[in-house]
């Protein structure tokens, strides 16, 4: 998820208690439920590198120890005052775990089982970023507030009425929870209604349902056959097969493929991508040249790429130049010669 999500999930957790268990107890979760994000430093080596390590072993379930007890050392030692340790590693160890369940549930996933397994797992309930989320992560910031304004109106000024939001944060993290269950039940129809059905006379190997960040109901709809990938959008109120399907057909099985799957870029986008598509078109910067391309259909289509890969393979298929594109607007190449 996104960081302020993280943030705000952390600021309920330490309402609900978590946040008397030290001094500054509070300030070591808010840390510790956004630390492991700090792999983010490896884009500035380029998007390959990025893919390698985004959510790789800060986010696996091995290193949550150490994730914990590194955001208590932090305020421990730039506060310069002493924390009850033993409370302090537990409420951090209570938001790190926070941050990887909230990972988890989205369509970009996670490898919790760094270091036994690079497997990335997901549950694809939630939007990296889900807009029903915020509201409700707004409401609950928002409240407490307004009880305070509202409660200092009405009492006469000899009684004073503390408002510290503990009963929204409650109410916020259990509306969370019921989302999520509810957006997992309404993910399992989704896919069931894509798997049941034929494309082209062609039967599904496997589906995938991408949440859209606003409407529960609406999910993008990815399914896979021997010769092609459908695309759909899906809308559970309606008839799951009303919906304009959009055909991608794999390419024929070629050596360039092959010499651009070898490649450490490409090895490194194809451990991350699910829903790769295969492009090979010629090249016209170089004599019998191919431009070989591998996109991510969870993050866009060929029309409108998101994350993809490219190489270009010479005629004695050997790759002269790759790059990875992450998002519309933000690309890292890297070269090879």
């Not at 993280?6 to 509070?26: D, E, K, N, Y």
């Not at 007890?69 to 537990?90: D, M, Q, T």
């Not at 309930?125 to 928002?142: F, H, R, S, Y």
């Amino acid at each position: 998820m996104d960081n302020l999500t993280h943030t705000a999930v952390a600021l309920f957790l330490s309402r609900i208690g978590p946040g008397r268990w030290s001094p500054r107890a509070t300030a070591v979760i808010l840390i510790a439920a956004n630390l492991p994000d700090i792999d983010v430093v490896t884009g500035l080596a380029g998007a390959a590198t990025y893919l390698r390590f985004h959510r790789h072993l800060t986010h696996s379930l091995a290193a949550m120890p150490l994730m914990a007890l590194a955001a208590v050392a932090i305020v421990r030692f730039a506060g310069r005052k002493p924390l009850v340790w033993r409370g302090a590693f537990f409420a951090a160890l209570l938001a790190v775990a926070s941050h990887l369940a909230l990972d988890w549930t989205n369509v970009y996933g996670a490898r919790l089982l760094l270091p036994f397994s690079s497997a990335w797992l997901r549950l694809d309930t939630t939007a990296v970023i889900d807009l029903w989320i915020w509201a409700a992560c707004l409401l609950g910031i928002a409240a407490p507030f307004l009880g305070r304004l509202v409660g200092s109106e009405i009492t006469s000024g000899s009684i004073r009425v503390r408002h510290h939001g503990r009963g929204w944060a409650w109410f916020v993290l259990a509306l969370v929870l019921l989302f999520d269950c509810t957006r997992g039940a309404l993910h399992s129809r989704a896919v069931s209604a894509l798997i049941s059905r034929l494309y082209q006379d062609a039967v599904p190997v496997r589906a995938v349902a991408v949440p859209d960040p606003v409407n529960p109901l609406r999910w993008r709809g990815l399914v896979e056959t021997a010769d092609a990938w459908a695309v759909e959008d899906l809308n559970l109120a309606t008839d799951p097969g009303a919906a304009p399907v959009t055909y991608f057909h794999k390419p024929e099985a070629e050596p360039a493929i092959d010499a651009a799957r070898r490649s450490p870029v490409f090895q490194q986008f194809l451990s991350f991508s699910q829903c790769p598509l295969w492009r090979v078109t010629p090249y016209p910067g170089r004599e019998n040249a191919r431009l070989v391309e591998v996109f991510d259909l969870r993050f866009g289509t060929p029309l409108a790429p998101g994350f993809l890969a490219r190489a270009v393979v010479d005629s004695r298929l050997e790759v002269v130049e790759s790059s990875v594109q992450m998002g519309l607007a933000s690309r890292f190449n890297q070269r090879t010669d």
